[in-house]
């Protein structure tokens, strides 16, 4: 069971900012919205755990064999897709704002 909407918001968020960054008016605070990303990846990996559990209280040993491969390859590429936006976004973010100071000055 992945949980779709945790990992959603967990890409969309960076994503946001990422296109807000080349507008006029970028955001104020980037980083609350990759903590945002990072707190919605979080949610997704415990979920995914906690359907473990789950599966396993229930003696389901065999369907644990047969998905914990998906699982974990899922998990890590979640986590992989989320840092590398997460980074760009603060870097467009930021490259920005730079390019402002040294124009102000």
Known sequence: MIPIISILLAFLLPIFVIRKAGTQKPLQRPYLFSVGSFIFCTVAVIEEIYVIKKRLLAG??????????????????????????????????????????????
Request: glycine share 10%; aromatic share 2%; with cysteine.
């Open 60 to 105: 389901d040993i065999g369907g644990i064999e047969d998905t914990i491969g998906a699982v974990l390859l899922t998990c890590i590429a979640v986590l992989i897709v989320t840092v590398i936006l997460n980074l760009l976004s603060m870097g467009l973010s930021y490259e920005k704002d730079g390019e402002n100071d040294l124009e102000d000055r």
